[in-house]
C-alpha cells in the first residue's frame, strides 16, 4: 500500500495524541469502530465558552489512513463550533489526505468519531449555548 | 542485499533472492544453449534435454524420489491444481468427496472449491490452536467416497509442520489418494519419499533460492498414481503438462534443490539461533503471542501478534523492515488472516500479527536491528492505541459494546 505523504506525515508526526482526564469539563468523547474490523477510533473534544471545540485528543487503533484521519480532524475540529464540526465531511478528509478508494472508509470513521463526541457532548450537557455555559462554569 | 537503503528482508516465505550460484548456471541456458529440450533431430535439442533431465534428477535427489516421478510445472499453484483436479477427475468414478484443511494456501483451498462448483463435495477441517491437525479427526474426515486429501508439509503463515507421514499411512490404509503442498518445505526439513506414503507432492523453485515460474510435482510410480492433464497440448511431461520446457528455469530449480540439499543441515541451525535471537528479544514485551507451535515448526518463520496494535500500521511503522501482515484490513475484505482465525485467534490478535521470515541472507546484526525497531514502534503505536489504554486500565475488551460499522 502506498501512502500519500500526508498520511505518513500525521503517522509518523500525530497531532494531539492522548487522553483528557475522565472529569474534565466540558469534555466528551466519542468511540467508533469495533477491534473485530481492524479498526477503533476515540476522539475527544474539549468544549469552552460559546459552545467551541477548544482543544482535542485522539487515540486510534487502524492503520496508517485511519491514524492519519483522526490525526487530521483534531486539528480541523479546533476553534470550530459544535454545529461547524459536524459539518465535516468524510469526503473533505479523504481529499486533504488523497485516500485512495480502499481507504476511503477510514475516513468516515474520523467523521463518525466527531459526531460520536458530538452527541456524546450534548447527552451529557444539553443541548446549545446554555450548555456550553454550564460547561465553562 | 546489506543494502541499508532497503528494508531488511525479513519475508523469505513470500519469495527468496535467486542464490547468485543458481543464477550463474542459469544464464548459458537463455544465450548459448538456448535449444528446445523437445528437439530430437539435434545437438540444440539433446544438450537441453539433458540439462532437464540433471535438474529432475536433483529435484528427486532432494525429496528421495526416481526422477521420473517428477513433472515440471510453473510452480506450486500449478502442482496443486494439476495435482487436485487431475486426481479427482481421474478417479470421480471412485467417489466425489475430498479433504483439507482450513489453514492451506489458497491455491490448494481455492482449486478445492472448483471441485465444490463442478459437484464434488470437500470437508475442510479445523486444525488444533496451535495448528497442527490432530490425526483423529483426520482420519475420522476420511469416507469410503473419499477420493483424495491434501494437507501442506510446512504453513506458509505459521511456520508449522503437519504430520504428514501419519496422514500419508491413513490414507494408504484407507485407500485414499495423498497430496501434499510442500512449497514452503523444501530446504527446511528432510523429505523422504521413500518412506512417506504420499502420493503427489508440489515444489516451488522461488521458495527455495531457485526463480520464480518454475516448480514440479511428484507424481508416485509405485503404487501408478494417473491424473487427468489440465494442460493440453504437445504431450510433454508424459503427457500430464504439455508446453514447451524452460530449460534455464528447470536448470536453476535443479541448482537450488541441489545447494539446499548440501547445505541444508548447517543452514538451518544458523537460521534456529537468528530466530531464537529474534524470539528472545520480542518475548520481553508484554501482551506478544506467539502464533503456531513453536516446537513442531520450521525455524524460517515466527510469527506474532502484537496485542491492541494494528497490522497494516504496524507494518508502516516497521517500514525499516520488509516483513508481512496476516491483517488484510483494505476495506474490501476487513479480513484477518483466515489462517490465524482457524486457530481461533480473536479478531484483535489477528489483526496484530506480523510474519517474520528469516532466509540465507539474513544476519546477525538484521536481527539486532530488528528487535530494537519492534520495541521503539510498537511501543509508539500502543500509545497511540485506544485499546491499548482500556486494557491498561483493566477494562475487558470483550465486554465492551463496540459500534460495528
Ligand atoms: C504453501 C504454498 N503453496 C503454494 C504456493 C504457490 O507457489 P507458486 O508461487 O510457486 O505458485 C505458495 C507460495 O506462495 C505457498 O507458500
Ligand atoms: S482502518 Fe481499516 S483500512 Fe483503514
Given at each position: 500500500?502506498?501512502?500519500?505523504?500526508?498520511v505518513?506525515?500525521?503517522?509518523?508526526?500525530?497531532?494531539?495524541?492522548?487522553?483528557?482526564?475522565?472529569?474534565?469539563?466540558?469534555?466528551?468523547?466519542?468511540?467508533?469502530?469495533?477491534?473485530?474490523?481492524?479498526?477503533?477510533?476515540?476522539?475527544?473534544?474539549?468544549?469552552?465558552?460559546?459552545g467551541?471545540?477548544?482543544?482535542?485528543?485522539?487515540?486510534?487503533?487502524?492503520?496508517?489512513s485511519?491514524?492519519?484521519?483522526?490525526?487530521?480532524v483534531?486539528?480541523?475540529?479546533?476553534?470550530?463550533?459544535?454545529?461547524?464540526?459536524?459539518?465535516?465531511?468524510?469526503?473533505?478528509?479523504?481529499?486533504?489526505?488523497?485516500?485512495?478508494?480502499?481507504?476511503?472508509?477510514?475516513?468516515?470513521?474520523?467523521?463518525?468519531?466527531?459526531?460520536?463526541?458530538?452527541?456524546?457532548?450534548?447527552?451529557?450537557?444539553?443541548?446549545?449555548?446554555?450548555?456550553?455555559?454550564?460547561?465553562?462554569? | 542485499?546489506?543494502?541499508?537503503?532497503?528494508?531488511?528482508?525479513?519475508?523469505?516465505?513470500?519469495?527468496?533472492?535467486?542464490?547468485?550460484?543458481?543464477?550463474?548456471?542459469?544464464?548459458?541456458?537463455?544465450?548459448?544453449?538456448?535449444?528446445?529440450?523437445?528437439?530430437?533431430?539435434?545437438?540444440?535439442?539433446?544438450?537441453?534435454?539433458?540439462?532437464?533431465?540433471?535438474?529432475?534428477?536433483?529435484?528427486?535427489?532432494?525429496?528421495?524420489?526416481?526422477?521420473?516421478?517428477?513433472?515440471?510445472?510453473?510452480?506450486?499453484?500449478?502442482?496443486?491444481?494439476?495435482?487436485?483436479?487431475?486426481?479427482?477427475?481421474?478417479?470421480?468414478?471412485?467417489?466425489?468427496?475430498?479433504?483439507?484443511?482450513?489453514?492451506?494456501?489458497?491455491?490448494?483451498?481455492?482449486?478445492?472449491?472448483?471441485?465444490?462448483?463442478?459437484?464434488?463435495?470437500?470437508?475442510?477441517?479445523?486444525?488444533?490452536?496451535?495448528?497442527?491437525?490432530?490425526?483423529?479427526?483426520?482420519?475420522?474426515?476420511?469416507?469410503?467416497?473419499?477420493?483424495?486429501?491434501?494437507?501442506?508439509?510446512?504453513?506458509?503463515?505459521?511456520?508449522?509442520?503437519?504430520p504428514?507421514?501419519?496422514?500419508?499411512?491413513?490414507?494408504?490404509?484407507?485407500?485414499?489418494?495423498?497430496?501434499?503442498?510442500?512449497?514452503?518445505?523444501?530446504?527446511?526439513?528432510?523429505?523422504?519419499?521413500?518412506s512417506?506414503?504420499?502420493?503427489?507432492?508440489?515444489?516451488?523453485?522461488?521458495?527455495?533460492?531457485?526463480?520464480?515460474?518454475?516448480?514440479?510435482?511428484?507424481?508416485?510410480?509405485?503404487?501408478?498414481?494417473?491424473?487427468?492433464?489440465?494442460?493440453?497440448?504437445?504431450?510433454?511431461?508424459?503427457?500430464?503438462?504439455?508446453?514447451?520446457?524452460?530449460t534455464?528455469?528447470?536448470?536453476?530449480?535443479?541448482?537450488?534443490?541441489?545447494?539446499?540439499?548440501?547445505?541444508?543441515?548447517?543452514e538451518?541451525?544458523?537460521?534456529?539461533?537468528?530466530?531464537?535471537?529474534l524470539?528472545?528479544?520480542?518475548?520481553?514485551?508484554?501482551?506478544?503471542?506467539?502464533?503456531?507451535?513453536?516446537?513442531?515448526r520450521?525455524?524460517?518463520?515466527?510469527?506474532?501478534?502484537?496485542?491492541?496494535?494494528?497490522?497494516?500500521?504496524?507494518?508502516?511503522?516497521?517500514?525499516e523492515?520488509?516483513?508481512?501482515?496476516?491483517?488484510?484490513?483494505?476495506?474490501?475484505?476487513?479480513?484477518?488472516?483466515?489462517?490465524?482465525?482457524?486457530?481461533?485467534?480473536?479478531?484483535?490478535?489477528?489483526?496484530?500479527?506480523?510474519?517474520?521470515?528469516?532466509?540465507?541472507?539474513?544476519?546477525?546484526?538484521?536481527?539486532?536491528?530488528?528487535?530494537?525497531?519492534?520495541?521503539?514502534?510498537?511501543?509508539?503505536?500502543?500509545?497511540?492505541?485506544?485499546l491499548?489504554?482500556?486494557?491498561?486500565?483493566?477494562?475487558?475488551?470483550?465486554?465492551?459494546?463496540?459500534?460495528?460499522?
Amino acid at each position: 500500500m502506498a501512502y500519500s505523504e500526508k498520511v505518513i506525515d500525521h503517522y509518523e508526526h500525530p497531532r494531539n495524541v492522548g487522553s483528557f482526564a475522565k472529569d474534565e469539563d466540558g469534555v466528551a468523547t466519542g468511540m467508533v469502530g469495533a477491534p473485530a474490523c481492524g479498526d477503533v477510533m476515540k476522539l475527544q473534544i474539549k468544549v469552552g465558552a460559546g459552545g467551541v471545540i477548544e482543544d482535542a485528543k485522539f487515540k486510534t487503533y487502524g492503520c496508517g489512513s485511519a491514524i492519519a484521519s483522526s490525526s487530521l480532524v483534531t486539528e480541523w475540529v479546533k476553534g470550530k463550533t459544535l454545529d461547524e464540526a459536524a459539518g465535516i465531511r468524510n469526503t473533505q478528509i479523504a481529499e486533504e489526505l488523497a485516500l485512495p478508494p480502499v481507504k476511503i472508509h477510514c475516513s468516515i470513521l474520523a467523521e463518525d468519531a466527531i459526531k460520536a463526541a458530538i452527541a456524546d457532548y450534548r447527552k451529557k450537557y444539553g443541548e446549545g449555548e446554555d450548555a456550553a455555559k454550564k460547561a465553562a462554569d | 542485499m546489506t543494502d541499508r537503503d532497503k528494508p531488511i528482508y525479513l519475508d523469505y516465505s513470500a519469495t527468496t533472492p535467486v542464490d547468485p550460484r543458481v543464477a550463474e548456471k542459469m544464464i548459458p541456458w537463455l544465450t548459448e544453449h538456448f535449444g528446445n529440450p523437445a528437439s530430437r533431430s539435434h545437438a540444440y535439442g539433446w544438450e537441453a534435454e539433458e540439462a532437464v533431465e540433471n535438474a529432475r534428477a536433483e529435484v528427486a535427489r532432494l525429496v528421495n524420489c526416481d526422477a521420473k516421478e517428477i513433472v515440471w510445472t510453473s510452480g506450486a499453484t500449478e502442482s496443486n491444481n494439476l495435482a487436485i483436479k487431475g486426481a479427482a477427475h481421474f478417479y470421480a468414478a471412485k467417489g466425489k468427496h475430498v479433504v483439507t484443511v482450513k489453514t492451506e494456501h489458497k491455491a490448494v483451498l481455492d482449486t478445492v472449491r472448483e471441485l465444490e462448483r463442478v459437484g464434488f463435495e470437500a470437508t475442510y477441517l479445523d486444525p488444533e490452536p496451535s495448528g497442527l491437525v490432530d490425526p483423529a479427526r483426520f482420519e475420522a474426515a476420511l469416507r469410503p467416497d473419499t477420493v483424495l486429501a491434501s494437507v501442506m508439509l510446512v504453513n506458509n503463515e505459521i511456520g508449522v509442520i503437519q504430520p504428514v507421514a501419519q496422514f500419508g499411512e491413513t490414507c494408504r490404509r484407507k485407500g485414499v489418494l495423498f497430496h501434499v503442498d510442500a512449497a514452503q518445505a523444501t530446504g527446511k526439513v528432510p523429505i523422504d519419499l521413500a518412506s512417506l506414503k504420499v502420493d503427489l507432492m508440489s515444489f516451488s523453485a522461488h521458495k527455495t533460492y531457485g526463480p520464480k515460474g518454475i516448480g514440479a510435482l511428484y507424481v508416485r510410480r509405485k503404487p501408478r498414481v494417473r491424473l487427468e492433464a489440465q494442460m493440453h497440448g504437445g504431450g510433454h511431461e508424459k503427457g500430464m503438462r504439455s508446453g514447451t520446457l524452460a530449460t534455464h528455469q528447470i536448470v536453476g530449480m535443479g541448482e537450488a534443490f541441489r545447494l539446499a540439499r548440501l547445505e541444508m543441515a548447517t543452514e538451518n541451525e544458523r537460521i534456529r539461533m537468528l530466530r531464537d535471537r529474534l524470539l528472545a528479544g520480542v518475548q520481553g514485551m508484554e501482551e506478544v503471542y506467539v502464533n503456531g507451535d513453536l516446537d513442531h515448526r520450521v525455524p524460517h518463520n515466527l510469527n506474532v501478534s502484537f496485542n491492541f496494535v494494528e497490522g497494516e500500521s504496524l507494518i508502516m511503522g516497521m517500514k525499516e523492515l520488509a516483513v508481512s501482515s496476516g491483517s488484510a484490513c483494505t476495506s474490501a475484505s476487513l479480513e484477518p488472516s483466515y489462517v490465524l482465525r482457524a486457530l481461533g485467534r480473536n479478531d484483535e490478535l489477528a489483526h496484530s500479527s506480523i510474519r517474520f521470515t528469516i532466509g540465507r541472507w539474513t544476519t546477525e546484526a538484521d536481527i539486532d536491528f530488528a528487535v530494537r525497531l519492534i520495541h521503539e514502534r510498537i511501543g509508539k503505536l500502543r500509545e497511540m492505541s485506544p485499546l491499548w489504554e482500556m486494557y491498561k486500565e483493566g477494562i475487558d475488551l470483550n465486554t465492551v459494546q463496540w459500534a460495528a460499522h
